[in-house]
């Protein structure tokens, strides 16, 4: 359902790959809500996957780039600017890659040239899409940029490897540009920590189904979807949330706030008993 919350905004997606990812679903809800937008994604993205449906079902352009690449994240806003007919208004960094996590080279054994290249991927080109973004002036006062980030930049998660490093670089770039960023141009750059999602990059990570199936029972909420991350993406585009900057945003369904939970517990010692009353009733705390 529509509340034409992005009326006239314009806005790029970085790094829908098929139905399964969170900028996917990003890109289809913020058209419902009357913006218009173009999609960007790595030439090999677009060939491996299915954006050019999710072009042809939003009517949106698609403009190949490595976001990795000053002159191509140039191109991005250059002609996203001429395709949607002015600057931008609000913009998804939803890209990661690990080729060590791919590799399944565990954290005390990385190949360091590969974590380089992690940290360009899923952090850097944040900040060279930012840095580019406000050299070309390509985005509105009081526009909205939002990254998508993990608890594993706080705590150990088992792992999330080197990727935990990279997001932990990727909230920090948040911060720092967005003070920059907020103060000359009003424009709030924040980032979201999403539940573990099973997305094509997520489920490499390894145990990625047991962290899930965990998450899902330490969280008061249960864990938050593609679909619910969509939906605060909308709100956080919107103009309810403008004096919102520079957080790390947790939306995990009360994950992060938990240190266990009695349905963690159950799993973990199934014989455990003293949570309950006698007549069976759970004791929650």
Not at 12 to 26: P, T
Not at 143 to 155: M, P, Q, T
Not at 261 to 269: E, F, G, I, P, V
Request: hydrophobic letters at 40%.
């Amino acid at each position: 359902m529509s509340n034409n919350l992005l009326v006239g905004k314009r806005g790029i997606i970085f790094g829908a790959l098929n139905d399964m990812s969170i900028a996917w679903k990003v890109a289809e809800r913020v058209v419902e809500e009357g913006a218009t937008v173009t999609l960007s994604n790595t030439p090999i993205a677009i060939r491996m996957g299915t954006i050019n449906e999710l072009a042809e079902k939003i009517n949106a352009k698609i403009i190949p780039a490595d976001a990795t690449n000053l002159s191509d994240l140039e191109q991005v806003f250059s002609q996203s600017m001429e395709i949607l007919g002015g600057k931008i208004d609000f913009i998804l960094h939803s890209i990661g890659m690990s080729p060590n996590v791919r590799k399944k080279k565990p954290y005390d054994d990385l190949d360091y040239d590969l974590m380089h290249t992690t940290l360009d991927i899923s952090a850097i080109s944040f900040h060279k899409m930012l840095q580019t973004a406000k050299k070309m002036n390509a985005i509105n006062d009081w526009g909205s940029v939002i990254a998508l980030s993990y608890i594993a930049s706080h705590r150990t998660m088992y792992g999330y490897n080197d990727m935990a490093d990279a997001k932990a670089m990727l909230e920090s770039i948040a911060r720092n540009f967005g003070y920059i960023y907020g103060r000359e141009h009003n424009v709030r750059i924040n980032t979201i920590s999403q539940s573990p999602t099973p997305t094509t990059a997520g489920s490499g990570v390894k145990g990625f189904d047991s962290l899930m199936d965990f998450s899902e029972r330490m969280s008061p909420l249960g864990n938050a979807s593609a679909d619910d991350c969509a939906n605060y993406c909308v709100v956080m585009f919107s103009d309810l949330t403008r004096k919102v900057t520079m957080q790390n945003l947790f939306h995990d369904g009360g994950f992060s706030s938990m240190g266990m939970s009695y349905r963690a517990l159950q799993q973990y010692n199934k014989s455990f008993e003293g949570s309950q009353t006698d007549d069976g009733k759970i004791i929650y705390g």
